[in-house]
């Protein structure tokens, strides 16, 4: 296990509801990065966060948005939700600073919006 | 175009075979190189990091050419346990944004 939680597991919501998603990142890690992953499909970058700010977002529109706390866990904030929403959103954690670029993923939460 | 483009897939291969995996990205400004590995409805999880130099682990060989902007990952001996979407992934400078590949889907028969 990466050490990275997520939640919740599943969730399911209807057209133009907001939804918030939670990820707490793995010890000693200070940067936090979300990802949509339809089906059949890669992951896509959506943003990342580190210490409190964003740094570096996708090709997603406004209505995506986020936070981090000062203990490092994040949230992905989706306002006015559309059928397209539905998928497995990740975050990663992992620590700035090194050379070494692995990220740490969580186990996802399951997005459906009828 | 894709910014990482994998073959498309599926691969299905008798336990023992080898399998080899195709993968190009377009941003020559990439720098580093990934194998990404990921089980059915499970988080992707880093297989390896590819350097231009190969590596190799165990029965996993991966391969960078930077001239043609190619990424190739080599499994030899295929276990049913390998079965599984691998994602062709790259990261461009030090945004530490990883792009990934659609994945191709690799099921090993017994």
């Known amino acids: 296990e990466t050490g990275v939680t997520q939640s919740p597991t599943h969730l399911i919501k209807t057209r133009g509801q907001q939804v918030t998603l939670r990820c707490s990142s793995q010890s000693g890690h200070n940067t936090v990065s979300w990802y949509q992953q339809a089906l059949g499909q890669g992951p896509q970058f959506i943003f990342q966060y580190y210490r409190e700010e964003e740094n570096g977002r996708g090709n997603f529109p406004p209505r995506f948005s986020g936070l981090q706390f000062p203990n490092y866990s994040s949230e992905l904030n989706v306002n006015a939700l559309e059928l397209d929403d539905s998928a497995l959103y990740l975050c990663a954690s992992s620590q700035a600073g090194g050379s070494y670029n692995e990220q740490f993923f969580g186990p996802g939460t399951r997005l459906t919006v009828l | 175009r894709k910014e990482v483009e994998q073959d498309p897939g599926p691969f299905n291969v008798p336990e023992g075979a080898t399998v080899a995996f195709n993968c190009t990205y377009s941003n020559s400004a990439s720098q580093s190189f990934f194998w990404y590995r990921q089980d059915c409805r499970k988080e992707p999880k880093l297989l390896m990091s590819v350097y231009s130099s190969g590596n190799e682990d165990g029965r996993f060989t991966a391969q960078l050419n930077r001239a043609s902007q190619y990424i190739s990952l080599l499994i030899r001996d295929s276990k049913l346990s390998d079965s599984a979407t691998y994602l062709c992934?790259?990261?461009?400078?030090?945004?530490?944004?990883?792009?990934f590949g659609s994945g191709t889907q690799l099921t090993v028969l017994p």
């Open positions: 992934v790259v990261n461009v400078g030090s945004a530490r944004q990883l792009t």
